[in-house]
Every structure is written in structure tokens, then in C-alpha cells.
């Protein structure tokens, strides 16, 4: 396996709740805080428990993750030929009790599984809207990355 360290540019910000006895506020990303640079789209990503989705790489979008609903296990590798964090990998468990936001940018690969013991919901705010021709996977068990879910 990698060596387990923050890789560059990946950021990882607590995220504020503001419970009562209604429920709770979770607050996600504001267009003043330094890791908002532009919209492109925002979308939901279920995961059921158990299931493993990875792995994926973006060529030029920024993505910035949070889960307000149950819990995943999210993985991120970097291959990058000149960053300073090439070889390393990242393994961040983030949803509803350790409410975090996290800013993926482009090249690095990531994928994410359901720890929880019912579906997680990832909210994902990307820089770019999806375009299918700047996105590449691989299979979960590919062992290009060396991680065992």
C-alpha cells in the first residue's frame, strides 16, 4: 500500500451542523470560502452498504465532496508525475458524525465505499459540468491502485 499522508491539493474542512430539537442545518460550501472557485454542477451520489465506487479520475474537474448521510470510506491516490506527493494515498472517512468537506482537484484517483449500515449520500459541487470525454475509471480491484476495499 501507498504511504498514507494528505496528498497536494486536497483539502479537508470541518463542516458546521446547527442541531435542535427539529433536526439539523448541515452547511456544505458558500461562495465565500476559499474553496469555492466556480459552479458547475452540483449532484447526489447514493451508496448502498458495502459498495465500493472507484476507481475515477477527472482530467480538469475540481470536485468537492461532502456526506450528509450515513458514512463512506473515500480513497484518493496520486499518480501525478510532478507532484510532491506522487505515490501517496489518502484515506478519509467523512459523513454525518464527522462532517467534513473535501476538495478533490483534477488527475488524482479516488473512489469511495459505504461503511455505513444504511445508504450514504455523497453531495458532490463541481467546478465543471459533467463531461463523459474528461473522465477516467478503472475497476475497483485494478491494481494500479494498491488498496484492498
Avoid at 497536494?8 to 433536526?23: A, F, M, S, T, Y
Avoid at 505515490?87 to 488524482?108: A, S
Wanted: proline fraction near 7%; hydrophobic fraction near 35%.
Amino acid at each position: 500500500m501507498g504511504k498514507e499522508q494528505i496528498i497536494e491539493g486536497v483539502i479537508v474542512q470541518e463542516l458546521k451542523q446547527i442541531p435542535d430539537e427539529r433536526g439539523r442545518i448541515m452547511h456544505m460550501l458558500r461562495i465565500d470560502n476559499p474553496l469555492f472557485e466556480k459552479f458547475g454542477e452540483v449532484y447526489f451520489s447514493e451508496i448502498l452498504p458495502g459498495v465500493v465506487k472507484a476507481w475515477k479520475r477527472h482530467k480538469k474537474m475540481t470536485q468537492i465532496f461532502a456526506v450528509p448521510i450515513g458514512k463512506i470510506k473515500l480513497v484518493i491516490y496520486d499518480d501525478r508525475e510532478n507532484s510532491i506527493s506522487k505515490g501517496n494515498l489518502t484515506v478519509l472517512e467523512i459523513g454525518r458524525d464527522n462532517y467534513q468537506l473535501v476538495k478533490i482537484p483534477p488527475r488524482l484517483w479516488y473512489g469511495f465505499k459505504c461503511i455505513s449500515e444504511h445508504p450514504a449520500l455523497l453531495a458532490n459541487c463541481t467546478d465543471l459540468p459533467h463531461d463523459p470525454n474528461e473522465v477516467e475509471d478503472r475497476d475497483p480491484h485494478d491494481s494500479y491502485v494498491l488498496y484492498q476495499w
